[in-house]
């Protein structure tokens, strides 16, 4: 038995070095070289300081900003330490709750609108931390945004167009748009005093 714990020990401190400390080194050496922005998490800077990421949702509850998806991850919603989606089903009680509050706050902030509401203004992320909307969502918070910076909707519609993002290879995902990047549109085109 002896003779076999030799080699066992030798092997797997060899893997261990190799993959615990040589492969993430030179990934992360390659990737900090061809991917530098993406490698560092896809900061967004403003005035030189870090105020988000292009991979991470974050919460904006003013009537002048677009508002990103409800968010399960952490008690108060969006805490990237705590990405998870909230594990209830479709005929939980919780989420028909957690829905419906959703419905009667998206219909007492947004007024003016009188469709559908869609899924991702009601349902968290699988990671509670989804930075996008979908172009219904934009569409349907389009009206409060303009009239809380009184502008036309047009305006602001125009501006959703300009912002969105395309399918992923042409055929993966949906055309979306990235709430934290479309709210600093909004405050470059039409400053907020």
Same mark, same amino acid.
């Given at each position: 038995m002896l003779k076999h714990f030799g080699p066992a020990f030798r092997m797997t401190l060899f893997l261990t070095i190799l993959t615990g400390l040589i492969y993430p080194v030179v990934i992360t050496g390659i990737c900090q070289v061809l991917f530098k922005?993406?490698?560092?998490?896809?900061?967004?800077?403003?005035?030189?300081?870090?105020?988000?990421?292009?991979?991470?949702?974050?919460?904006?509850?003013?009537? +002048?900003?677009?508002?990103? +998806?409800?968010?399960?991850a952490g008690n108060d919603g969006y805490d990237?330490?705590?990405?998870?989606?909230?594990?209830?089903?479709?005929?939980?009680?919780?989420?028909?709750? +957690?829905?419906?509050?959703?419905?009667e706050q998206f219909r007492k902030e947004n007024p003016q609108f009188r469709g559908a509401i869609p899924a991702d203004a009601l349902a968290a992320s699988g990671s509670g931390l989804d930075p996008e909307i979908s172009m219904a969502n934009a569409e349907a918070q389009s009206a409060r945004v303009a009239a809380a910076r009184r502008i036309a909707v047009d305006q602001v519609?125009?501006?959703?167009?300009?912002?969105?993002?395309?399918?992923?290879?042409g055929f993966l995902g949906e055309p979306r748009v990235n709430v934290l990047e479309l709210n600093l549109a909004l405050d470059r085109q039409w400053p907020v005093r």
């Open positions: 922005d993406k490698a560092d998490g896809s900061l967004i800077l403003r005035d030189g300081r870090v105020i988000g990421s292009q991979l991470i949702g974050q919460s904006f509850t003013r009537a +002048r900003y677009f508002q990103p +998806r409800p968010s399960a990237a330490t705590a990405s998870q989606g909230s594990n209830v089903g479709p005929t939980s009680l919780k989420l028909f709750e +957690r829905v419906k509050t959703a419905a519609r125009a501006l959703v167009t300009r912002n969105i993002e395309k399918r992923r290879f």
